[in-house]
Structures are given as structure tokens and as C-alpha cells.
């Protein structure tokens, strides 16, 4: 007979009796084991823990013993570990590991003869690990080593102990178990009925499929069916709400994953891209250029004077300076124009479908019309003057060093013409693609106090 005919041939009262008493059996056998497992690895500490406590106590008496006594006193000094009956052993190893004396209790094994022979891994599972005490001359000045005091804890008393708890355990599980089943039958003719009348009720359901039309559900005198009715629209109502609950962490975690990004690829004092989106999209238009075959600019923006703005008005005037430039030459720019501040005093835009470097170069030039004129909106009312350097692609460059590399050349050529130079717009020249030029530092003759950090202060 199989396990399901065998099953069917008996009422659901019987079998959920059995399934009942037989997880229970389960459960409970799974708790005594960890129970056990947990009181014996917890007796096993405590006498490992014990014979450490017994070995530090005994330590000073031992190495005065063994640096001024004979086997007599060391023998006699092993003698604290007498306790009782279920004492724990000891033996006193010399320096080299010979042994001096022991003391064993009643039906446990001699130590040996040499503390390398002595097994520190036990044999069985209720064999506990014997403890190591290295005694060291305290009086000398360099710690010398006098011998080794080893403790080894007591397993009969070991053994008696976790046998009296099994026994116990063992029987509580026993008692446990059978009034388990008593519990079992009694709860299963309780709730054989109000299942029943689940049943049918289920059964109306499923012959109408409409369950607004058949009849309540049961929950009079039943009140398992109660609970489970009512555990069934909890459930329902803690769905709802959960998936409410969801969306609306969705939502926060958009939100912060946007403002992270935010933080990660923008400047904090101008709100434009930094040097992280601006290499990232400058590589981009590269290989759009490539695909397309289409020419780009890099335009290198310094800001001249702005240490003079910093040290004449202050630093919140001269951060408002540079909030002017990043809105006056957004203005300034084309729908599809990138504009972003690198560091300090400097700015960028890369800017795509150009006819020609002169095009590049009359957009700088128009950039710093532009800087000379204040917005309604700015706290800097003053124009402001810049340095312009124009870096073709793929005329002066074919990569983001290179390019960049170049126009950083250009804005500094831009920056040694005459001060009173109403237009400071350079275009590289083609040479800025040698290798030699591409190798060679974007700060010419400068220096490094020249470079801003991305506050716009010098240092």
C-alpha cells in the first residue's frame, strides 16, 4: 500500500493527530539535541575555563617551586589541585620539557613523560582540551622561562555530569512528548468540525464562483474558522499595505539615489557638472564625433583677478563671482553647448557641430562679451574678465588629455597677453598634438601656487 492510500484510508482527525504528534516529536528531539549540544560545549568551557582559573591561581606558588625547590616541594605545590574526589590533574614539565611531578585524579591517565607528547586535541567528544601555563621567573628581568604548568580538566566528573542532564532531559522530553499527544487529539477533534463547515462553505464558493452571493462565512461556535477568517483579511489588509509601504521606499531611494548622483557628478558651489561628468562627456562627444565624423571645440575658461576679487572683497564675494560666470556663460551658450567648472577659478564647455575652428574661436570671443555684462539674478554686479582658450577635435587633439591638454595650453597663451586686451581668446595650435606636447605639463612655466583648489582659493 502506498504512503497516499495509506493516508487516505484514515479520517483527517487521525492523520492530523499523527502529523501533529509527530512534529512535535521532531521539534522536540531537534530542541534536546541543541540542548544537549550546548550544555555539553558550555561544561567543556567551564572546566577548560576552571582548570585555566586553577593554573593562573597556582602559577607564582609553581615557578617560585620550581626555581628554588626540589621534586618534593614541587610535588607538594601540586598538591592545591587536590580538591576532591573529581579533582583536575596537573603536571610540572621542566624548561626542556621533561616531567618534574604530577598529580592524577583517581581513573584518569598519567601525563607524559615529554610535554611534546602531550595531545592538546582530545580523543573525544567529551574529552576537553588540557590548559598550558608557561612559569616565568618574575623576579628576573627578562622573563626566563622556569617551565610549563599543564592542567588537564577532569573527565569522569566531566562525563557524570552531562549523563545526569541527558537522563534528565531525556525524560522531561518524554513527559513533554506524551502530553503532546494528548494536547494532539484533543485539538484536532476540536477543529475537525469547524474545517468541516469551511468545507462546504468553500464548496458553495466554488459552485456559485461569485463569493458575494453565497453565504457568510462560518465563524459561529468555530473559533478557529474565526481566526483563520480573520488572519485572512489581516493578511489581505497588510499586503495592501506593505506594497503601499514599498512604492513609497521606492520612491525615497530614486530620490536619494538621484541626490547622490547629484552630490557625486556636480560642484556643490555652482550646481554645474564637475571634472568627473565633464571627462565622461567630453568622451562621449569624442566618440559620437568619430562615429559621425563631425568637429567639437574645448573651451578652457580662467577666471583672471579672481584672488584679487578674494582678497579685496572677501571669500562669499568672490564665490559669488564665480556663481556670475557659471550663469552668465550658460547664457551665453547653444541648447546643446556642456558647460562645467573643473576646479578653483576654471571652467569648461565642449561644444559639438562646428564648422571650423574659427567658429570655436568667435564663440570664446562671445563668451567674454557675455562675462562683462550682470544678470538681474547675480550677487556679482561687476563684469567679470576671463581667459579663453579654443581646442579643435580632432585638429589639436583625438582623446580627452590630449584635448584638454591642449586648450589648457591656449587659455595660458590667452593669459600672458596685455592686460588691458579686451578680448583674451587663444586657439592651440596644431602642434599641441606632438607627442612631446602632450607629454609636457599644462602648467607652463607656473608655479604651483598658481593652481586653485575647487573653492577658488589659491594654494
Known sequence: MSGTAFGASYSFA??????????????LLIATLSIAALFLRAQIEHSRASALTQANVASSTMAAA?????YEVINDTLRVFDTGATHDSAAAYDRTGKLVAQLVAPREADFPSQLSDLRLSPDGWLQPRPV??????????????????????????????????????AIVLAFTLALGVL??????????????????????VSASRNVNVAAPAPRGGAVEVNQLTSSFERLVMQIAEQNRELKRRQYELKASNAHLESVAFSDPLTGLP????????????????????????VLFIDVDRLKHINDQFGHAKGDAALRAVASRTRRALRGGDFLARLAGDEFVVVTSNIASPGDAVKLAERLTVWLGIALPEDHWQHPVRAS????????????????????????????????????????APVAALTPAS??????????????????????
Open 66 to 70: 620550581m626555581r628554588f625547590g626540589g
Open 274 to 297: 564637475n571634472r568627473m561628468m565633464f571627462e565622461s562627456t567630453l568622451q562621449s562627444a569624442i566618440d559620437r564625433a568619430n562615429a559621425s565624423g563631425i568637429s567639437l571645440a
Open 438 to 459: 602632450r607629454a609636457a605639463s599644462n602648467v607652463i612655466n607656473l608655479p604651483a601656487s598658481g593652481r586653485k583648489t575647487q573653492s577658488g582659493r589659491s594654494h
Open 132 to 169: 598550558k601555563h608557561v612559569l616565568r621567573d618574575e623576579n628576573g628581568l627578562d622573563g626566563t622561562v622556569l617551565g610549563t604548568l599543564v592542567v588537564a580538566p577532569n573527565q569522569e566528573a566531566l562525563r557524570n555530569t552531562v549523563s545526569t542532564a541527558l537522563l534528565a532531559l
Open 14 to 27: 487521525r492523520r492530523t493527530a499523527a502529523v501533529a504528534v509527530v512534529s512535535l516529536a521532531a521539534m
Open 388 to 427: 579663453i582658450g579654443v581646442a579643435v577635435f580632432p585638429d589639436h587633439g583625438e582623446d580627452v588629455p590630449a584635448l584638454v591638454h591642449a586648450a589648457d595650453v591656449a587659455m595660458y597663451r590667452a593669459k600672458a597677453l596685455p592686460v588691458d586686451e579686451p578680448i583674451r581668446v587663444v586657439g
Open 183 to 204: 494536547l494532539a487529539r484533543r485539538l484536532t477533534a476540536t477543529m475537525v468540525r469547524p474545517l468541516h463547515e469551511l468545507t462546504e462553505w468553500a464548496e458553495a
